[in-house]
T-cell receptor
């Protein structure tokens, strides 16, 4: 039973560029949430996708956008990268929108230079 | 707004001993959920334990237990019989009522080091 997978593992981008991160949820899960974790801090909620729609959103600018596909996988897009976007980006999946238990992927480490 | 405070940036414990990691929270909601996660150096967040605000008994999962004191707004994690593999960062988190764990508020974590 595959867990949550994310790609790529590491990424280096230049300020002003755009980046796309990908996430495949755990088998049987249909809800995907994205988090940003800066070094030395706890994860910050970006947004959540269910039934291919953004259901909830944290305090992040519109430069952060996402998408969910019919197979429940998801993408996180960040435009006009800033140095402050350097972080570990975590994807978490769960079943439905009421489940309290969610499983995290290993994350994508984004470095913006 | 919800807030989670973890006041111990780092903790040390001897192997096989018990350790308590502190977590206090602030919310005006009556219904909420509290979580603890473990994050090894690999980066993956591992779910450990969950406590609902209306649960009368403290949650337990194997060597993990959650000391829930609602009046004090604290949700401390107790790890019994520490093992070397328990060395990691530990996060306390809270979720809003009537939503799933997806929109959770996390503390800044406690780094636990288990000494042989």
């Amino acid at each position: 039973d595959a867990g949550v997978t994310q790609s790529p593992t590491h990424l280096i981008k230049t300020r002003g560029q755009q980046v796309t991160l990908r996430c495949s949820p755990k088998s049987g899960h249909d809800t995907v949430s994205w988090y940003q974790q800066a070094l030395g801090q706890g994860p910050q909620f970006i947004f959540q996708y269910y039934e291919e729609e953004e259901r909830q959103r944290g305090n992040f600018p519109d430069r952060f956008s996402g998408h969910q596909f019919p197979n429940y996988s998801s993408e996180l897009n960040v435009n006009a990268l800033l140095l402050g976007d350097s972080a570990l980006y975590l994807c978490a999946s769960s079943f439905g929108t009421v489940s309290y238990e969610q499983y995290f992927g290993p994350g994508t480490r984004l470095t913006v230079t | 707004a919800q807030k989670i405070t973890q006041t111990q940036p780092g903790m040390f414990v001897q192997e096989k001993e018990a350790v308590t990691l502190d977590c206090t929270y602030d919310t005006s909601d009556q219904s909420y959920g509290l979580f603890w996660y473990k994050q090894p150096s690999s980066g993956e967040m591992i779910f450990l334990i969950y406590q609902g605000s209306y649960d009368e008994q403290n949650a337990t999962e194997g060597r993990y237990s959650l000391n829930f004191q609602k009046a004090r707004k604290s949700a401390n994690l107790v790890i019994s019989a520490s093992q070397l593999g328990d060395s990691a960062m530990y996060f306390c988190a809270m979720r809003e009522p009537s939503t799933n764990a997806g929109k959770s508020t996390f503390g800044d974590g406690t780094t636990l080091t288990v000494k042989p």
